[in-house]
Every structure is written in structure tokens, then in C-alpha cells.
Antibody
Framework: EVQLLESGGGLGQPGGSLRLSCEAS????????MNWVRQAPGKGLEWVSA????????YYADSVKGRFTISRDNARNTLYLQMNSLRAEDTAVYYC??????????????????WGQGTLVTVSS | EIVLTQSPGTLSLSPGERATLSCRAS???????LAWYQQKPGQAPRLLIY???SRATGIPDKFSGSGSGTDFTLTISRLEPEDFAVYYC?????????FGQGTKLEIK
């Protein structure tokens, strides 16, 4: 069974840092690009970042560019999100999601399936 | 960036009725790179439809997607209690991938 399990959420200070992890199982992790998507309390979904299967290419939403870093360790089947310079508006449930599809380009034409259960990040002093 | 606008914001229907949810894009979505997700309270989103009209594995045929270009529709026939949830459309043509603001389907 394909599973994604996030961890690392919690309370972060404004201006501080947190690192989220997403452990994958049930599939060949290195063959798939991965994403982080967040959802502020009572709000909709916002894509945050994507990383290629090798980890060599990344994309970011403008709202987190320069503050967050996505990475992966294929030997450990784990995806990461390093969150620096935290702001109150970063408060959200963070989901990891696998890119799935048939396109030969890793960042074009891949829907998100499956998703992890999410981890809550709260930024407050 | 492609902006997706979903309508209505809230849809109130009774079990057994048919639901029609709309998703309009600010510019054409390449090659129907449009997905629909269902989210229930306290749960992660679940993929329903990809490629605008292909059902994901295990999704019953009461869920159907249609559309192309800038206008897309999710139709749910014969609503059952477990179908009442929030539904999001998403374009995944190229980053930044964007989601609509969601349509809440509630029991009337």
C-alpha cells in the first residue's frame, strides 16, 4: 500500500525555523516527483513546492521562495521541507503529495495522488 | 499564474439529487491538465478526477468530469451522505500549480 506520513509540525516562533519530514512507503520513491501543499485553518489548498525524483530540480510558490527549501533523501525514502523566517501566515496544515502521471517532463502534467495525512504548523509568539 | 474560480461557493442539495460543480480558469489549461479532489473534515484531499474526465482508481462512476480550455465541470449523480464534502479543482500544467477556492457541498 502506498503511504505518506508527515511529521515535524508544531509551534514555531516568528522568524524561526522548522523542518517537516514525509516518509514514503509502498512505491519506488526515487521514481516520483513530490510536492508540499498547505492549508491554512478554514481555508483552501495552496501548493508550496515541488522536487524532482532525483532531487536536482525544484519549484516554489512565490509566497515561500527564498524562505523554504524542499529536499529529499531517496536512500531514506523521505521528503523534507526546511522552513526558515517563519511568518504568522505560514500557519497551516502541511501535506506531502506524490506527483503521478504519464508526462515525460517531471513538472508538467502530473496530478497529486496520494496525499499524506498532514502535519500542523503554528507560527506564533 | 492560472487562477481557478469555482462556483458556487456552497451548494445545498438533498441525498439522491445531482450536483454540478463548476471550475473556470483565467487562461486555457494545457492538455486538460485539470484534476478534482474531495476533502472531508479532518482528512487529506482525495483524488477523484484527473485529465479533466478520467476517474481515479476506486472512484465510483457516479463521479464524472468534463470540460476543456477554461471551463470544467464535476458532476455527482445520486448524492449519498458520504458525498457531502468540499471539492477542489486543480490545474497541474506547470508550476505554480493552482487550486480553486473550493465548493462546499452540504446537505439541504
Amino acid at each position: 500500500e502506498v503511504q505518506l506520513l508527515e511529521s515535524g509540525g508544531g509551534l514555531g516562533q516568528p522568524g524561526g525555523s522548522l523542518r517537516l519530514s514525509c516518509e514514503a512507503s509502498g512505491f519506488t520513491f526515487s521514481n516520483y516527483a513530490m510536492n508540499w501543499v498547505r492549508q491554512a485553518p478554514g481555508k483552501g489548498l495552496e501548493w508550496v513546492s515541488a522536487v524532482s525524483g532525483s532531487g536536482g530540480s525544484t519549484y516554489y510558490a512565490d509566497s515561500v521562495k527564498g524562505r523554504f527549501t524542499i529536499s529529499r533523501d531517496n536512500a531514506r525514502n523521505t521528503l523534507y521541507l526546511q522552513m526558515n523566517s517563519l511568518r504568522a501566515e505560514d500557519t497551516a496544515v502541511y501535506y506531502c503529495a506524490r506527483s503521478t502521471g504519464y508526462s515525460s517532463s517531471w513538472y508538467i502534467g502530473h496530478w497529486f495522488d496520494p496525499w499524506g495525512q498532514g502535519t500542523l504548523v503554528t507560527v506564533s509568539s | 499564474e492560472i487562477v481557478l474560480t469555482q462556483s458556487p461557493g456552497t451548494l445545498s442539495l438533498s441525498p439522491g439529487e445531482r450536483a454540478t460543480l463548476s471550475c473556470r480558469a483565467s487562461q486555457s489549461v494545457s492538455s486538460t491538465y485539470l484534476a478534482w479532489y474531495q476533502q472531508k473534515p479532518g482528512q487529506a484531499p482525495r483524488l477523484l478526477i484527473y485529465g479533466a474526465s478520467s476517474r481515479a482508481t476506486g472512484i465510483p462512476d457516479k463521479f464524472s468530469g468534463s470540460g476543456s480550455g477554461t471551463d470544467f465541470t464535476l458532476t455527482i449523480s445520486r448524492l449519498e451522505p458520504e458525498d457531502f464534502a468540499v471539492y477542489y479543482c486543480q490545474q497541474y500544467g506547470s508550476p505554480p500549480y493552482t487550486f480553486g477556492q473550493g465548493t462546499k457541498l452540504e446537505i439541504k
